[in-house]
T-cell receptor, first 117, second 108 residues
Framework: DTEVTQTPKHLVMGMTNKKSLKCEQHMGHRAMYWYKQKAKKPPELMFVYSYEKLSINESVPSRFSPECPNSSLLNLHLHALQPEDSALYLC????????????????FGPGTRLTVL | AQRVTQPEKLLSVFKGAPVELKCNYSYSGSPELFWYVQYSRQRLQLLLRHISRESIKGFTADLNKGETSFHLKKPFAQEEDSAMYYCALSVGYSTLTFGKGTMLLVSP
């Protein structure tokens, strides 16, 4: 299996709702990423997990809460979002970089299209 | 901080014409450069990376450290090349810094 899968494909939520985005990969990758992509803009890194531990948080508001329950799964819990949080949320995975080696290719999922009303 | 600049938002060419998508970066060390492509309704995927020095779908890119550039080239564009192309830079850890992207439109 060489794909990253994401569910749901689309999500509409109110500002008071709690929802979760899910990402799964079975490529043996131990680095997983969340990106946010607004329309006609490049992906912006949100979080990086390496060996199931949060290694990078790009100053993301606390209404976004990531979780990596095991090496194949990555969740993004959403609570009290704002309309400006509406975007395509991308998950990606790769082998973690090892000192002295090159950066591994990141494999992206198809994304979850989130709309916050 | 590192930065990637893609000066063209849109590049429109005719089928069979040469294509060059420009990418410049700012970083004082030795970065790793990538080109990612996003076809309509498809996921973002790697096109090529500078350390591979290979040609993918007829595209090549050479890292020019003197000019801090990593331009993407193809001698004869095809309609199926129409897509959004992102240049990306990796420094240190595995994270990617993306440019703003160039939309390539190839007309028949």
């Amino acid at each position: 299996d060489t794909e990253v899968t994401q569910t749901p494909k689309h999500l509409v939520m109110g500002m008071t709702n709690k929802k979760s985005l899910k990402c799964e990969q079975h490529m043996g990758h131990r680095a997983m990423y969340w990106y946010k992509q607004k329309a006609k803009k490049p992906p912006e890194l949100m979080f990086v997990y390496s060996y199931e531990k949060l290694s990078i948080n790009e100053s993301v508001p606390s209404r976004f809460s990531p979780e990596c329950p095991n090496s194949s799964l990555l969740n993004l819990h959403l609570h009290a979002l704002q309309p400006e949080d509406s975007a395509l949320y991308l998950c990606a995975s790769s082998h973690p970089r090892v000192a002295g080696t090159s950066t591994d290719t990141q494999y992206f999922g198809p994304g979850t299209r989130l709309t916050v009303l | 901080a590192q930065r990637v600049t893609q000066p063209e938002k849109l590049l429109s060419v005719f089928k069979g014409a040469p294509v060059e998508l420009k990418c410049n970066y700012s970083y004082s060390g030795s970065p790793e450069l990538f080109w990612y492509v996003q076809y309509s309704r498809q996921r973002l995927q790697l096109l090529l990376r500078h350390i591979s020095r290979e040609s993918i779908k007829g595209f090549t890119a050479d890292l020019n450290k003197g000019e801090t550039s990593f331009h993407l080239k193809k001698p004869f564009a095809q309609e199926e090349d129409s897509a959004m192309y992102y240049c990306a830079l990796s420094v240190g850890y595995s994270t990617l810094t993306f440019g703003k992207g160039t939309m390539l439109l190839v007309s028949p």
